[in-house]
């Protein structure tokens, strides 16, 4: 008989830790409010287009190696398109391409960050100035820097007021979803250590080809062997306990049993499935209330002629961090999407004042399109996108099998914990969540579970850095 495993939450983490489940012949039975997979990263047909659109583009890099794997498996690798180049934009349109040079890694990109129009020399001396100490900190170095700000980090490496704008805030928000002011400083230097120091592949980007959604088309047939379900539409109500271990999820046709319980809902909701004695008997669940938010905009655009040329445009210092090129269709209409990222001051406005701000960030960026404005366009808030990863909260996430961070036994030994916002190292992104996913089905099955991440470049490793 296999184990029957019941897992809340059909985003990455829950369709990660299903597909290593099936793998270790346990039954996984996905519990999904929605009637879509894919939770945060995932698409849907906007009624006033008509259009598949995704909630949010998303965008993953060569170092996220457990989502490339869960993309593997699912078969769907061939429809992400790697990006070698990175374009930014400075005055009156130019643009600055970051791309790898033959030097080995760290110092791979180097030669474009010295070459950027964007920054003045002394800027470009600061920011050298701030590496080499990323650097020689190494992953244990940046763990002195976890109960700090990345502002910390940047005072301390005297770095100005414009190269903090044109490029560390740039850079961070984007991928930490926080702002240099309130991210930690641990994660910020995670990024640049792991992402653009490390070796020459991980500062590459993905980006899917197809909408999210149609990542998931297989996940069915992957688990079906495995005897495994997905029953979407039926959100759960509870986790069901009998005061010594979880018996199952309470949904609103019924209990689902199982042997065990993995949640890979965000902390919110999970918080809204148990009840006060398990919040007292695990002390997992005791800091679900201590998680804060950070937004996310996304904005979909089209214009009835092409404006743009570029894959991609990063502007640093505007509102609008990321313009993408989603392509031109058969009647010449140019589709672009905008994101903001710890977008917390867009929130209060209506979608008009959005719309009007990111096209006058997209005129800034491509002089051509001044004095065209979209013939439709969409914007998606997300106040509830990510968790806020400031230097407190490392302390609350939990680890995915019973007890707490640092603080071995106790708990719930049957209930399993995944999502983005769980301890898995990594900021809340697509990787974390299959991280996370891929943790706590190897808490039920044994053995690690991970891939292994991208090695460092022997010069790089020669130098300290990882
Ligand atoms: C706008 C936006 C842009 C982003 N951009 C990026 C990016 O560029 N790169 C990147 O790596 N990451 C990005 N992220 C983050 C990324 O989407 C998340 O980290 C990841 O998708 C989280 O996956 P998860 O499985 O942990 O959680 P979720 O995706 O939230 O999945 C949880 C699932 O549980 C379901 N659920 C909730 N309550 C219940 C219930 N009671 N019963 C049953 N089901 C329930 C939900 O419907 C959902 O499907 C972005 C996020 C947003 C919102």
Known sequence: ??????????????????????????????????????????????????????????????????????????????????????????????????????????????????????????????????????????????????????????????????????????????????GVDRVSAAHAIQVFQEGFL???????????????????????????EAGGEIHLGRPARAIAYDGRRVTGVVTGDGVIEAAAVISAVPFDRLDKLISDTMRAADARLASLDRFEFSPILGVHLWFDQPIMELPHLILPGRGVQWLFNKGIDEQGRQYIHAVISAADEWMKLDEDEIIDRVVQDIHSAMPKSVGLKPIQARSIKEKRATFAATPQVEQWRPS???????????????????????????????????????????????????????????????????
């Open 1 to 178: 008989m296999r184990r029957r495993i019941a897992i809340v939450g059909g985003g990455l983490a829950g369709i990660a830790a299903a597909l290593k489940l099936a793998d270790a012949d346990c039954q996984p039975i996905i519990i999904e409010t929605r009637k879509i997979l894919g939770g945060r990263a995932t698409s849907f047909v906007d009624p006033r287009s008509g259009e598949v659109i995704d909630n949010c583009q998303h965008v993953l890099m060569g170092c996220c190696t457990n989502l490339i794997d869960l993309y593997d498996r699912l078969g769907v690798l061939d429809k992400i398109d790697w990006h070698r180049k990175l374009y930014w934009t400075h005055s009156h349109g130019e643009i600055d391409c970051v791309k790898a040079s033959r030097l080995p890694a760290p110092f791979h990109l180097a030669l474009s960050f010295a070459r950027m129009g964007l920054l003045q020399k002394n800027e470009r001396k600061q920011i050298q100035r701030a590496m080499w100490r990323m650097i020689r900190l190494g992953a244990k170095g940046r763990l002195s820097w976890a109960g700090r700000t990345f502002s910390e980090f940047l005072a301390d490496t005297e770095q100005t007021e414009s190269t903090i704008a044109k490029f560390w805030n740039t850079v961070i928000t984007s991928a930490c979803n926080l």
């Open 198 to 224: 490390a070796n020459r592949w991980s500062y590459t980007m993905g980006l899917a080809s197809v909408p999210l959604v149609e990542l998931y088309q297989s996940v069915g047939e992957a688990l079906k």
């Open 400 to 466: 995915a099998s019973a007890g707490y961070v640092g603080v071995s036994g106790g708990g719930i030994e049957n209930l399993f914990l995944a999502g983005d916002w769980c301890d898995t190292g990594w900021p809340a992104t697509m990787e974390g969540a299959v991280r996370s996913g891929y943790a706590a089905a190897a808490a039920i099955t044994g053995g690690d579970g991970l891939i292994e991440d991208v090695p460092p470049g022997r010069f790089a490793r020669w130098l300290g850095l990882l």
